[in-house]
């Protein structure tokens, strides 16, 4: 599936999302969202580590994220150097214990990482908690579709630890 921009380029339009059922309130999930160190603490999918550079939770408020790989693997994995993916990120929405949106890229030479991605989470009450969706669209082509799907999972689950 492709989207044009106006100028008629071909845009990335691909959407992926993940969900979980986390016992914790959306109150308690919005949280960890907003304290930058407890989200770095959950963020970064298994085998990497994390830190902000720059925080500011507020709509238009901007952050700057570096995660790291633990190990170096075969070839380089990173997408702004061999083992580090860093992010610049805009809040565009926050309705406290609802909805999170941003806007994030990738600092990258690599043009398959090039573009903005747009991320949402949602926190839906449910019986047992909450129901915790994240939705990426436009997620770089660069970005194995399988891989963005497991690090979703990883970092749900570390959010699930987190707050449970």
């Known amino acids: 599936m492709h989207e ?3 100028a008629g380029e071909r845009r990335n339009a691909r959407i992926d999302a993940a969900s979980r059922i986390i016992a ?3 109150a308690a999930l919005y ?3 907003m304290d930058p160190q407890a989200l770095i ?3 970064p ?3 990497m580590k994390g830190r902000i550079e720059q925080f500011e ?3 238009g408020g901007t952050y700057r994220m570096v995660l790291t790989y633990e190990q170096s693997g075969q070839g380089a994995l990173g997408k702004t150097t061999d083992r580090s993916d860093v992010v610049a990120g805009r809040f565009v929405e926050l309705a406290q214990d609802r909805r999170i949106v941003q806007v994030v890229e990738f600092e990258s030479d690599d043009p398959a990482f090039a573009g903005e991605m747009r991320i949402t989470w ?3 009450p449910v019986a ?3 129901h915790v969706m994240v939705r990426c669209e436009h997620a770089p082509p660069g970005i194995r579709a399988e891989d963005h799907q497991a690090g979703l999972a990883s970092s749900l689950g570390n959010l699930a630890r987190y707050c449970e």
């Open 57 to 59: 939770p507020r709509v």
């Open 41 to 43: 603490s959950w963020l």
């Open 24 to 26: 914790a309130t959306p």
């Open 122 to 124: 949602t926190f839906t």
């Open 31 to 33: 949280r960890a969202h």
């Open 4 to 6: 044009f921009d106006l």
């Open 128 to 130: 047992t908690g909450t």
């Open 45 to 47: 999918p298994e085998g």
